[in-house]
């Protein structure tokens, strides 16, 4: 991979755009601030970096509008919403054509029940996170959602016995 500038890059015979967002010490700290509490006013940020609220206030704007923040989320308890039965269904498709997982991709996101889906290399072509009640409402989940996704071969099911560690934060 040859670099040609910051946003391109040359590889066997295609150029590759890899429009990434350079942040600063600053950016990086505010980034920072609001993964661990995303409530966190811009006066405390302000404070906190010995800056104006307008700075902060603009500094997050312009993350905001580059895509670097995505979104702000409250993050549930599982545990009290009834939702503690976490499985990791792996997916293998009948076969790998584009069709085939453009339409299970589109039928997917629909499930409330997944809450994540990757597409993965290896031995199946699909990690689906999964969080229900319990065994019977996961039971009922395959029986009447995931088996009726078109083109779907074969699934393998593992079940969360103990969750180590899950962070929504990224080092920076």
């Known amino acids: 991979m040859i670099k040609l500038d910051k946003y391109f890059y040359f590889y066997g015979n295609l150029i590759y755009s890899l429009k990434i967002y ?12 609001l993964q661990n ?7 405390e ?14 500094r997050i704007r312009k993350m905001e509008r580059e895509g670097v923040i995505k979104g702000y989320v409250a993050l549930l308890d599982r545990k009290k919403i ?26 997917v996101v629909q499930l409330s ?3 994540e ?8 072509d699909y990690i689906l996170k999964i969080a ?11 029986v009447t959602k995931l088996t009726r996704l078109q083109h779907i071969g074969s699934t393998h099911s593992s079940f969360m016995i103990g969750e180590i560690k899950n962070s929504t934060a990224y080092e920076l």
Do not use: P, W
């Open 113 to 115: 029940e997944v809450l």
């Open 22 to 33: 350079l942040m600063d010490a600053i950016d990086k700290k505010i980034v920072g601030f």
């Open 132 to 142: 229900v009640k319990d065994m019977e409402a996961y039971r009922d989940f395959m």
């Open 45 to 58: 940020m302000a404070i906190k970096l010995q800056m104006s609220v307008t700075a902060v206030y603009e």
């Open 37 to 43: 509490d995303a409530r966190m006013t811009n006066k």
């Open 82 to 107: 009834d939702q503690s039965f976490v499985v990791f269904c792996h997916i293998k498709l009948i076969q790998h054509t584009k069709d085939y997982l453009v339409r299970f991709e589109a039928e």
């Open 117 to 124: 889906c990757f597409h993965v290399s290896g031995d199946y």
